[in-house]
């Protein structure tokens, strides 16, 4: 708990202000800059299909193993809906709801990034659509989960462009599943102007608040920071609810 408060503190030091209204002008100035000319980070998702081509003849053995485990660990066939809210006091409101869903091997990840900033002559606010198409759950213990994956941000203000955005992501649960804590790191690349549109580390803690057959219901908390265009923070203090659906056992 004193390393999440000393977290939050150096956040607070290091951080500058952010400006919705920047944001804005960053993603403008990076669509002009693409003279014309926009891959959508296409260079990148070549390099994820191409590598998810060449180990296709692996693949299905993999999932089968992975979903063998489910005995050990239910998340593996799971669909997780959640709900979170970043707060910045007296000036920003980031929220986050996402829907998760993972079978074996294979995650899927789809969210909407809403920030609202609140200003003296009013509110200022933006939206992007991030949709991790494909997730690689790689590691698969009984209280552990490693996962990376690929796919798109999508930015409805600005330029109003598409980028490649990479995760990676640690999802740690006890015994008994009722308590558990997930670190992640989102990476939005634009391969056309070099530049990273938006860059995120998360962390938070769940606790489980009911478990009613295969619907557990949890209490989450953390926090959140986001870089965009290298030179724009934006950080919260996060809470929110996550609904965990389990699959029933497939009877032999």
Request: charged share 20%.
């Amino acid at each position: 708990m004193k390393a999440f408060w000393f977290l939050m503190l150096t956040l607070t030091l290091t951080t500058s202000f952010a400006q919705v209204g920047d944001i804005k002008k960053e993603s403008n100035s990076n669509s002009k800059n693409t003279g014309g000319e926009r891959r959508s980070g296409s260079g990148g998702s070549g390099i994820f299909v191409d590598l998810f081509i060449h180990s296709f003849s692996y693949i299905g053995e993999w999932q089968q193993y992975k979903l063998q485990k489910r005995s050990e660990n239910e998340y593996l066939v799971s669909l997780d809906v959640i709900g979170q809210v970043a707060v910045q006091p007296s000036r920003y409101y980031l929220s986050h709801p996402r829907i998760r869903g993972n079978w074996g091997l294979f995650s899927t990840d789809f969210r909407i990034n809403y920030l609202l900033e609140e200003k003296a002559t009013g509110t200022d606010e933006l939206t992007s659509i991030d949709w991790q198409i494909l997730q690689l759950n790689l590691v698969t213990t009984r209280h552990v989960i490693g996962r990376i994956g690929g796919g798109f941000m999508k930015e409805n203000f600005g330029g109003r462009e598409s980028f490649f955005e990479s995760t990676y992501g640690l999802f740690v649960q006890s015994s008994s599943k009722r308590i558990g804590g997930m670190l992640e790191y989102r990476l939005a690349q634009d391969f056309s102007t070099g530049l990273l549109p938006r860059r995120e580390l998360a962390a938070q803690f769940e606790y489980q608040l009911s478990s009613s057959g295969y619907l557990n219901t949890y209490l989450t908390l953390g926090c959140v920071y986001q870089q965009y265009y290298e030179s724009i923070s934006v950080w919260g203090i996060q809470a929110g609810i996550a609904l965990r659906i389990f699959s029933p056992p497939v009877e032999r």
